[in-house]
């Protein structure tokens, strides 16, 4: 199993969407923070503060970016860039586990 | 906010009970292992494998451990025990942000 190692974890989750997304707050040793969460099947919009790399660890989703008119689907093993001061709709099809990296 | 440090955290959550519930698993440095997760209001029987401490951090719940007949209340800034190879009904009032320790 895929592991991040020397890591300082948040004993309290964020939990949004009322549970449809879960994650735990992390900050490794030279003070960059991520964090690691769950989105069950769903259809939800998330606003960003700093941008964001959204690694998918498992399951599928479509997301449509701030601004564009297409949906683009991802799959465990992807990648997504979100700029700063945005927002992104994400329709998970496929309970989506995942890395968020910011900045 | 509350942490754990010098961790190795699972990429990949498990989640339970159609998403009723979620934790990541995570590793000290000394191979200790723990799991951080969240349960959304509901009642759920869970099985455990090794003994089981289960630290409230958020959240409200009523536990009733195999073989007793009556729930006792927990919430947080409390602790529960769990036997091994046992199993125990939790009914979660206010969604509960735990630390699970093991062994």
New interface residues.
């Given amino acids: 199993?895929?592991?991040?190692?020397?890591?300082?974890?948040?004993?309290?989750?964020n939990?949004y969407f009322?549970?449809?997304c879960?994650s735990?707050?992390?900050?490794l040793a030279d003070g960059t923070k991520k964090s690691?969460?769950?989105i069950?099947p769903s259809t939800l919009t998330f606003n960003t503060g700093a941008p964001e790399i959204m690694?998918l660890?498992?399951g599928e989703c479509r997301i449509t970016l701030k601004g564009e008119s297409e949906a683009k689907a991802y799959k465990a093993g992807e990648s997504f860039n979100v700029p700063g001061d945005s927002s992104f709709q994400i329709e998970v099809t496929d309970?989506l586990?995942y890395?968020c990296h910011f900045g």
């Fill in positions: 199993m895929e592991l991040i190692d020397n890591v300082s974890v948040a004993k309290k989750a939990v009322d549970g449809k879960i735990h707050s992390l900050t690691v969460g769950v069950l690694e660890v498992a309970t586990h890395v």
